[in-house]
Nanobody, 125 residues
Framework: QVQLVESGGGLVQAGDSLRLSCAASGRTFSSYGMAWFRQTPGKEREFVASISWNGDSTSYADSVKGRFTISRDNAKNTVDLQMNSLKPEDTAVYYC??????????????????WGQGTQVTVSP
């Protein structure tokens, strides 16, 4: 059973940058696609970005394209989300997730089987 632990959340102002990191346990991290989702109270968890097992393929939600960058370091078992030009509407709990596949183009939460506990990102106006 893989364990995912997110870190790097916090309170920032609009226009600032923040880098989230997700540390994964287990020796098979490099075999699976990874993703970031986010959720605000009363709303469904939404897709943010995903990355293939080797980092060659990435996908982004339209709302973050050009501002956020997903990356991974298979030697360190980590996947990061660099968030630039943050907006108040980016405020949410951000979750790291693992796909059971090497690459999943799906943006549905049902396509990802393992989740972290989440890290809060708050962007003030």
């Amino acid at each position: 059973q893989v364990q995912l632990v997110e870190s790097g959340g916090g309170l920032v102002q609009a226009g600032d940058s923040l880098r989230l990191s997700c540390a994964a346990s287990g020796r098979t991290f490099s075999s699976y696609g990874m993703a970031w989702f986010r959720q605000t109270p009363g709303k469904e968890r939404e897709f943010v970005a995903s990355i293939s097992w080797n980092g060659d393929s990435t996908s982004y939600a339209d709302s973050v394209k050009g501002r956020f960058t997903i990356s991974r370091d298979n030697a360190k078992n980590t996947v990061d989300l660099q968030m630039n030009s943050l907006k108040p509407e980016d405020t949410a709990v951000y979750y790291c997730a693992r796909s059971p596949l090497a690459w999943s183009n799906s943006r549905s939460t049902t396509a990802f089987g393992s989740w972290g506990q989440g890290t809060q990102v708050t962007v003030s106006p």
